[in-house]
T-cell receptor
């Protein structure tokens, strides 16, 4: 079975632009979470979706938004990009939100110039 | 509030030796889960092992075992017979069942295996 797939793998944007990152969960997984990992730090939770509904939101500004589609894939959108948004964005999926390990994709490395 | 502390920023270990990576946590929940992930330099996060707060036995997965001491709120990862491929960042993480959507991660430990 395919793992969690994320696209694109790398992205370069300039300040003020917006970006859309995509994630396809493992088949059978209905929960998708997004994390931001700045260089040298652990991942920081951004969003979790389960059955197409937002189940949790981390401490990120409203410039960050996400959604989950009927096929359980997900998009993360970031508007008005700042230099500080440069990071590795990780998507993780699990069968359910609780008591299930999350399996991560390889991430999208976003660089803001 | 949830908190994960990894006090070892970096460790060097000789190949074939066992290594223990420390993790302490803080939570007011009675029901929670603890995870360890490995992140090689390529960036992907690889799930290693899971321990539930109500699990009576320490979790084991191949060469990985979790030394869970609930009263001390510690969940140390033990890697037996270390291999060169074990060189990576290791993250301890926790999810409280009351806020099940959110997993918090520690700051990580960089493990380097010497040949």
């Amino acid at each position: 079975d395919a793992g969690v797939t994320q696209s694109p793998t790398h992205l370069i944007k300039t300040r003020g632009q917006h970006v859309t990152l995509r994630c396809s969960p493992i088949s059978g997984h209905k929960s998708v979470s997004w994390y931001q990992q700045v260089l040298g730090q652990g991942p920081q939770f951004i969003f979790q979706y389960y059955e197409k509904e937002e189940r949790g939101r981390g401490n990120f500004p409203d410039r960050f938004s996400a959604r989950q589609f009927p096929n359980y894939s997900s998009e993360l959108n970031v508007n008005a990009l700042l230099l500080g948004d440069s990071a590795l964005y990780l998507c993780a999926s699990s069968r359910e939100p609780v008591r299930q390990p999350q399996h991560f994709g390889d991430g999208t490395r976003l660089s803001i110039l | 509030a949830q908190k994960i502390t990894q006090t070892q920023p970096g460790m060097f270990v000789q190949e074939k030796e066992a290594v223990t990576l420390d993790c302490t946590y803080d939570t007011s929940d009675q029901s929670y889960g603890l995870f360890w992930y490995k992140q090689p330099s390529s960036g992907e996060m690889i799930f290693l092992i899971y321990q539930g707060s109500y699990d009576e036995q320490n979790a084991t997965e191949g060469r990985y075992s979790l030394n869970f001491q609930k009263a001390r709120k510690s969940a140390n990862l033990v890697i037996s017979a270390s291999q060169l491929g074990d060189s990576a960042m290791y993250f301890c993480a926790m999810r409280e069942d009351s806020s099940a959507s959110k997993i918090i991660f520690g700051s990580g430990t960089r493990l380097s295996i010497r040949p």
